[in-house]
């Protein structure tokens, strides 16, 4: 891998959430889908940082649910940095939840980090009141932060939220008081509003703004597609960190170059196809090992088009690669494309999905009272991943 020159700009300290030491600053986001053990431990390979599994509903944890279990499992290179995201807008559920991964370990050993997603824009979660919605409501986010700080003891608890619902109603400021008075380890801000979804530029101003306003430490979220854009956050918001989305979708190598950058180091990694494939069926393998050969291949196919992006390949075996079923056929596939240097014209761009602004989803009546702190009737389904 080349490693060209560039100017060095400001780099944060380690980032401290209670005992846990996070060096570097840099968090894997959650995402449905992707951040399961084979795509953490291939990030995990790369770089250090925190790597966060997917969103997991509490109810479906509590309720014991067999799909939940298994997408909260740790792996034995996380034990003692195994890093939870919890979605849930019932207080008592959130609490029961968070004393399972804490005192039962449920995960197979007790995490080093909860994170309460307050950020996701998705319908499915904001129509029964959950994710980017439930900052509205501000006496029940209140009360989530403070019975998960209570359950987790030690542990420490984070944040993410968005900027809020849209332009009319705005909510980070007050979500990150809330967060820090409730006890709160940090807030992760993606400067977007739920209506936006992942459309446009996320406003990185209102991160810089977040953190005037707060004593616990802002992590930066949104439009991170190099390590030098992180790099132009820190200096430009001075938040404490970084998390991490889209930005190492067929880029796990990304981790690497944030750890060489928030380090000083100049260097960044420009791997050529030879070595794309090599990491490619790397993360076959592993996806392979926790599934099985068929599924894990099959989860696989949708990272492929995120690998090789830029690069020019047949389309024979494009369509190939998309219908994978075994390593050593993958193996195969990836030795017809020709070797060729990394695609210098997707650096900066934009990866993984893409949508126009549209109306967020809410439960009825959901705007009028900001200070009822019931959650909604119906609101606790088992929306793993979503």
């Known amino acids: 891998m080349t490693t060209p020159t560039l100017e060095r700009a400001t780099t944060p300290r380690a980032l401290q959430l209670g005992r846990l030491t996070v060096d570097p600053a840099v968090v894997l986001a959650p995402m449905a889908g992707i951040t399961n053990p084979a795509f953490r431990t291939l990030c995990r390979e790369f770089g250090a940082g925190l790597y966060v599994c997917e969103m ?24 003692d940095a195994f890093s939870v995201q919890l979605y ?13 991964l ?3 370990r449920v995960a197979g050993t007790r995490p080093a980090h909860i994170d309460l997603n307050f950020g996701c824009p998705v319908p499915k979660v904001t129509r029964k009141g959950g994710g ?5 409501r501000r006496r029940l986010l209140a009360d989530i932060v403070r019975a998960a700080v209570g359950a987790a003891g030690d542990v ?21 008081r809330i967060a820090q008075d409730e006890g709160a380890a940090a807030i992760t801000l993606h400067g977007r509003t739920a209506d936006q979804l992942y459309s446009g530029t996320a406003d990185w101003s209102h991160i810089a703004r977040l953190v005037e306003e707060v004593n616990i430490p802002v992590l930066g979220n949104g439009d991170l597609w190099e390590a030098d854009d992180a790099l132009r956050m820190v200096a430009e918001t001075g938040c404490a960190g970084v ?10 190598w990304l981790f690497g170059d944030l750890a060489a950058a928030f380090a000083g180091s100049p260097s960044r990694a420009l ?16 996806l392979s090992a926790d599934q099985g050969e068929l599924h894990g291949c099959t989860d696989f196919r949708k990272h492929v088009a995120w690998y090789l ?5 047949g389309s024979d075996v494009r369509r190939a690669l998309a219908m994978v079923s075994g390593l050593d056929e993958l193996a195969e596939l990836l030795d017809r494309i020709p070797d060729q240097p990394y695609p210098l014209a997707v650096l900066g761009a934009p990866r993984g999905r893409t949508s126009p602004p549209r109306p967020v989803a809410l439960p009825e009546g959901w705007l009028d009272d900001r200070d009822d702190p019931r959650p909604p009737k119906g609101a606790e389904l088992m929306v793993s991943g979503g």
């Not at 998390?243 to 796990?252: D, E, K, S």
């Not at 791997?271 to 592993?286: I, K, N, S």
């Not at 992006?309 to 390949?313: A, L, N, Y």
Request: glycine fraction near 10%; proline fraction near 5%.
């Open 88 to 100: 849930g807008v019932d207080p008592a559920t959130v609490a029961r939840a968070v004393g399972m």
């Open 132 to 136: 980017s919605a439930l900052p509205w």
């Open 56 to 79: 997991i509903t509490t109810r479906a944890l509590v309720e014991r649910n067999e799909k939940t279990l298994q997408m909260v499992r740790a792996t034995t290179d996380e034990a």
């Open 156 to 176: 420490p608890v984070t944040v993410k939220t968005r900027v809020g619902i849209d332009a009319d109603h705005v909510t980070y400021l007050e979500a990150g």
């Open 309 to 313: 992006k830029g690069f020019s390949v």
């Open 271 to 286: 791997p050529g196809l030879r070595e794309v494939a090599a990491v490619m069926h790397r993360h076959a393998t592993l």
């Open 243 to 252: 998390v991490v989305g889209r930005g190492c979708l067929g880029r796990p």
């Open 102 to 104: 804490v005192d039962e």
